[in-house]
């Protein structure tokens, strides 16, 4: 099994500004997957972040909104930009693991 | 494009057995995945099937038809602690195995 933190927990910022979600794993692994939990709804995959290369983004989502980097095996940002309120939502990190997809305790976002 | 349709909320009395759908429609098919998730939390990793048939774990079993589209997860000897989300995530061979696709959940609400 994969463990997996996030930092922060939870933020409220204001409109317009950025946050940047970091996402650590105690093992390295080739991809890690950005998810998105807007209230009350499931789990929509944001991109794929890939050490060595550009991360991959799910139809409706762009780099310009969601810049995502990938230093290492273990490690990946992703960062909101220019925020407004439609952004709250809880995002978490994933990582898979055999047949299982282990996922990070979430960052809750709120935008004011 | 993918559908992955579960009921949205269902209850039970503790100590009983309750079974939640899901029915999906993809593109291509590399396995079936059922999640559990209590509010405020990240996701935590039930069962995976990939081929037809039972899997059976502890008080968990999940079932699998491709031909029918088709999953459930059967809970046994609820408990109070098994209130919570439920989520049905299927991987798509267009998508790659490891980029899921999430159903809505089904919020379950075990009472005493």
């Known amino acids: 099994s994969a463990v997996i933190s996030q930092k922060p927990s939870r933020d409220i910022c204001q409109r317009g500004t950025s946050l940047t979600i970091q996402c650590q794993v105690d093992s390295q692994v080739t991809m890690m997957f950005w998810y998105r939990q807007q209230p009350g709804q499931s789990l929509t995959l944001i991109a794929t972040a890939n050490q060595g290369s550009e991360a991959t983004y799910e139809s409706g989502f762009v780099i310009d909104k969601f810049p995502i980097s990938r230093p290492n095996l273990t490690f990946s940002t992703l960062t909101v930009s220019n925020m407004s309120p439609e952004d709250s939502s809880i995002y978490l990190c994933s990582v898979v693991g055999g047949n299982e997809q282990f996922f990070g305790p979430g960052t809750r976002l709120t935008v004011l | 494009g993918q559908n992955i349709d579960q009921p949205t909320e269902m209850t039970a009395t503790e100590g009983a057995i309750v079974q939640i759908n899901c029915t999906y429609q993809t593109s291509g098919f590399n396995g079936l995945f059922w999640y559990q998730q209590h509010a405020g939390e990240a996701p935590t990793f039930l069962s995976y099937n990939v081929l037809d048939g039972l899997e059976e774990k502890g008080r968990f079993s999940s079932f699998l038809s491709r031909s029918k589209g088709y999953s459930y997860l059967l809970l046994k000897e609820l408990q109070m602690k098994d209130s919570a989300s439920y989520l049905c995530?299927?991987?798509?061979?267009?998508?790659?195995?490891?980029?899921?696709?999430f159903g809505t959940g089904t919020r379950l609400l075990v009472s005493p």
């Open positions: 995530a299927v991987a798509g061979v267009n998508t790659g195995f490891q980029k899921l696709v």
